[in-house]
């Protein structure tokens, strides 16, 4: 079979498209966003479903229920067989996070070894450099 090289957004809006309105606070946002970024406003007859969090919409998406927007680090595609990723665009959220823990721990060994791995992964995919 033919495996497209790049999905275009209007094509997708042919499927129910699942909504986490955990993403950007408002239901369907994630989408709207999603979609005006690639060009493409979301259309009046485009099936929105909505779900209180990402990982909702993600067991939706595992039932056949429609296509769910996720974060890159939600989801390993080649880890979780029910899953693809299609060909589309990638939208950089500008999400941050932040790794806590009790001061007096932060020397210890295992929680060290945690930054490290974490900032190597931050590096390795272009989000610190």
Same mark, same amino acid.
């Given at each position: 079979t033919d495996t497209?090289? #790049?999905i275009e957004a209007s094509w997708l809006q042919r499927y129910p498209l699942l909504s986490a309105?955990?993403?950007l606070g408002q239901p369907g946002e994630d989408w709207?966003?999603?979609l005006s970024?690639? !060009?493409c406003p979301i259309q009046s007859s485009t099936r929105v479903h909505h779900f209180s969090h990402m990982l909702m919409a993600h067991a939706a998406a595992r039932h056949h229920q429609g296509v769910a927007l996720s974060n890159d680090y939600m989801l390993d595609p080649a880890d979780d067989a029910d899953l693809v990723a299609l060909p589309a665009d990638t939208i950089p959220t500008g999400d941050e996070f932040l790794i806590a823990y009790k001061t007096s721990r932060r020397n210890?060994? !295992?929680l060290r070894q945690l930054k490290g791995w974490l900032? #190597? #992964?931050?590096?390795r995919s272009g989000l610190k450099h």
């Open positions: 497209p090289n #790049q309105s955990s993403i709207r966003f999603w970024i690639a !060009g210890e060994p !295992g900032i #190597q #992964q931050a590096i």
